[in-house]
Structure formats: structure tokens, C-alpha cells
């Protein structure tokens, strides 16, 4: 069991963040959780107190408007609430055509995937090195092995999540804190119905359960491990992709997407 700590975890109302939250629990963490659905991250936090001990604090918080990383950590550190450990786990999907999905959605979709990560990380980083102590996990996806035809701009969102945390982990070395991505293939989570993606390939092969994926993450991370993607399956798509030309990486996604 790892030493006290305080485990922030954004997108912690359904799917993937909800697990990981029950995950860092089980571990008897302190939790921040972080979302727009006020009702479901209470619920949560009501069933991981009693059942841990722990406390749980809720703050409601829509992460795609520009000024909200700011005020969350301005927020937490006026309550003398000092975060060891970020989870960067909120963000969705859009299926279609770039020249087509609504340009709005697509800017809130990066606004969110990357801009709001970033600043986070950027954020609560420098608190974990001066402490040494704590750490990054960043939820990307097996998206961000390869480009993304017909989820375009979701694919290089992940890509650039991915790889901002590999720099990291190698720039964090000798001073005691941690990064780590968890790349999730296809999980049974409301980014299903929210991305439009139920009758792609992809997802009519098979998806893990969003409980499956959080352990992995929280293991990898728990571990030191800097890439984590859970399941065989997933993970030898994501080496053959690295194999494979470039063409032939485009064209096998775009069928799978299709
Ligand atoms: N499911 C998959 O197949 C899959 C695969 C690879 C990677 N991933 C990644 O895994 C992560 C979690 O997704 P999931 O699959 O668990 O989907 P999900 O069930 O839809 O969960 C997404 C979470 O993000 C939160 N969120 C969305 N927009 C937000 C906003 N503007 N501000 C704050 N929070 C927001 C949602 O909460 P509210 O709606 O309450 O705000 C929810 O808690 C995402 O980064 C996703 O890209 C998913």
C-alpha cells in the first residue's frame, strides 16, 4: 500500500475514470474527483467512503472551458489541498468525416483531450517534483499508435497525449515523481454512444470492460511502467503497427473505423 496521497481524477463519473477511482481507493488513497455530472461523482463518492474510509471530495467542473485547469488548481491549493497524483483520464470521440463532424465539437474534443491535460499536468507537476513525490497518468488510447482516419482529429489528439507523457517520464528521472500512459483498445464505456462508434469494426470485434482497463492503468502505474496498453490483442495491433508502413497502418484503421 503506497504511502498517504491525494489521487485527482478527471472523467471519474462513468466508464474508465470511475474504475480508476475505485482503483486508487482500494489502495486507501484520498480522491479528488473532477467532472460535470455533480450526481454521479457524488454517488461514487458516497460508495468509496464507506467502503474505504477515505475522504472524497467532488468538484464538479466542465474541463473544456479554457479557464477551468486554472481554477481547479487555484481552488484546491486555497483549500490546502495538495494533489500527488493527476489522473488525466477525461475526454471523448467523434466518428465521421473531418471536413464534416461539427467544427465547435472537434475544437471542444481537443480543447479537452489536450489543451486541458496539458495545462493540468503543467499545473500540478512542479508541487509533485518539489515534494518528490506522486505522479502523471495520462489516458490516451491505441489511437495514438497510428493516424485515425474517420476519428482524425480524436487519433492525433491521442498521439499528442502519448507522446507528451513519454517526454516527461524521461525528463522526471532521479527525482522521485512519475509519469505514465495507459492506452486503452476498444472498452464498453459511454464513449461508445458518445463518439458514435457501436456499429464501427472496431467495436463489433469486442471491447474490455472499463474495469479491466483501470486496473492495468493503476498497475503500470504503480509499477513506474511509462506505456500501458491492456490486453494482448491490443497490444500486438499496437506493435504491428509500428511494423507496418504507414499506408497500410492508414488504410487498415479506415476500415475498422469505416
Ligand atoms: N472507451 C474506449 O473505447 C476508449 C478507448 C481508448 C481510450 N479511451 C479514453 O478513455 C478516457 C475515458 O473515456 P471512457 O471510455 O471511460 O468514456 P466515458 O464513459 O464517456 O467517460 C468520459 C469521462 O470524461 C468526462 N468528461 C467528458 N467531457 C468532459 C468535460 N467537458 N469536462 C469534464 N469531464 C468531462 C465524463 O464526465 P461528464 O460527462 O460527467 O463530464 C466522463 O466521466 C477518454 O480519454 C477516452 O478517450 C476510451
Same mark, same amino acid.
Given at each position: 500500500?503506497?504511502?498517504?496521497?491525494?489521487?485527482?481524477?478527471?472523467?471519474?463519473?462513468?466508464?474508465? =475514470?470511475?474504475?480508476?477511482?475505485?482503483?486508487?481507493?482500494?489502495?486507501?488513497?484520498?480522491?479528488?474527483?473532477?467532472?460535470?455530472?455533480?450526481?454521479?461523482?457524488?454517488?461514487?463518492?458516497?460508495?468509496?467512503?464507506?467502503?474505504?474510509?477515505?475522504?472524497?471530495?467532488?468538484?464538479?467542473?466542465?474541463?473544456?472551458?479554457?479557464?477551468?485547469?486554472?481554477?481547479?488548481?487555484?481552488?484546491?491549493?486555497?483549500?490546502?489541498?495538495?494533489?500527488?497524483?493527476?489522473?488525466?483520464?477525461? =475526454?471523448?470521440?467523434?466518428?465521421?468525416?473531418?471536413?464534416?463532424? *461539427?467544427?465547435?465539437?472537434?475544437?471542444?474534443?481537443?480543447?479537452?483531450?489536450?489543451?486541458?491535460?496539458? /495545462?493540468?499536468?503543467?499545473?500540478?507537476?512542479?508541487?509533485?517534483?518539489?515534494? $518528490? @513525490?506522486?505522479?502523471?497518468?495520462?489516458?490516451?488510447?491505441?489511437?495514438?499508435?497510428?493516424?485515425?482516419?474517420?476519428?482524425?482529429?480524436?487519433? /492525433?489528439? @491521442?498521439?499528442?497525449?502519448?507522446?507528451?507523457?513519454? =517526454?516527461?517520464?524521461?525528463?522526471?528521472?532521479?527525482? =522521485?515523481?512519475?509519469?505514465?500512459?495507459?492506452?486503452?483498445?476498444?472498452?464498453?464505456?459511454?464513449?461508445?454512444?458518445?463518439? *458514435?462508434?457501436?456499429?464501427?469494426?472496431?467495436?463489433?470485434?469486442?471491447?474490455?470492460?472499463?474495469?479491466?482497463?483501470?486496473?492495468?492503468?493503476?498497475? /503500470?502505474?504503480? $509499477?513506474?511502467?511509462?506505456?500501458?496498453?491492456?490486453?494482448?490483442?491490443?497490444?500486438?495491433?499496437?506493435?504491428?503497427?509500428?511494423?507496418?508502413?504507414?499506408?497500410?497502418?492508414?488504410?487498415?484503421?479506415?476500415?475498422?473505423?469505416?
Amino acid at each position: 500500500m503506497p504511502p498517504s496521497e491525494i489521487v485527482l481524477i478527471t472523467g471519474a463519473s462513468s466508464g474508465i =475514470g470511475l474504475e480508476l477511482a475505485r482503483a486508487f481507493a482500494r489502495d486507501r488513497s484520498d480522491l479528488v474527483l473532477v467532472a460535470r455530472r455533480a450526481d454521479k461523482l457524488e454517488a461514487l463518492a458516497r460508495e468509496l467512503k464507506e467502503k474505504h474510509g477515505i475522504d472524497v471530495r467532488v468538484v464538479p467542473k466542465d474541463l473544456a472551458r479554457p479557464e477551468s485547469p486554472a481554477e481547479l488548481f487555484e481552488a484546491l491549493r486555497n483549500r490546502g489541498v495538495a494533489v500527488d497524483v493527476l489522473v488525466n483520464n477525461a =475526454g471523448f470521440g467523434m466518428h465521421g468525416r473531418f471536413a464534416e463532424l *461539427d467544427a465547435a465539437g472537434q475544437l471542444e474534443m481537443v480543447q479537452l483531450n489536450v489543451v486541458a491535460l496539458t /495545462a493540468l499536468t503543467r499545473l500540478f507537476l512542479p508541487g509533485m517534483i518539489a515534494r $518528490r @513525490k506522486g505522479g502523471v497518468l495520462n489516458v490516451a488510447s491505441t489511437a495514438a499508435f497510428q493516424p485515425g482516419p474517420m476519428l482524425s482529429a480524436y487519433y /492525433a489528439t @491521442k498521439a499528442f497525449v502519448l507522446s507528451l507523457t513519454e =517526454g516527461i517520464s524521461e525528463e522526471l528521472r532521479g527525482t =522521485g515523481v512519475r509519469a505514465t500512459c495507459l492506452c486503452p483498445g476498444p472498452t464498453t464505456t459511454e464513449f461508445i454512444a458518445r463518439a *458514435d462508434m457501436a456499429e464501427s469494426k472496431l467495436f463489433q470485434a469486442g471491447a474490455m470492460s472499463a474495469e479491466r482497463a483501470a486496473r492495468k492503468g493503476h498497475r /503500470a502505474f504503480r $509499477r513506474g511502467k511509462v506505456v500501458a496498453i491492456p490486453g494482448i490483442v491490443n497490444s500486438l495491433g499496437a506493435f504491428a503497427t509500428r511494423l507496418s508502413p504507414r499506408w497500410l497502418a492508414r488504410k487498415v484503421t479506415m476500415i475498422l473505423n469505416g
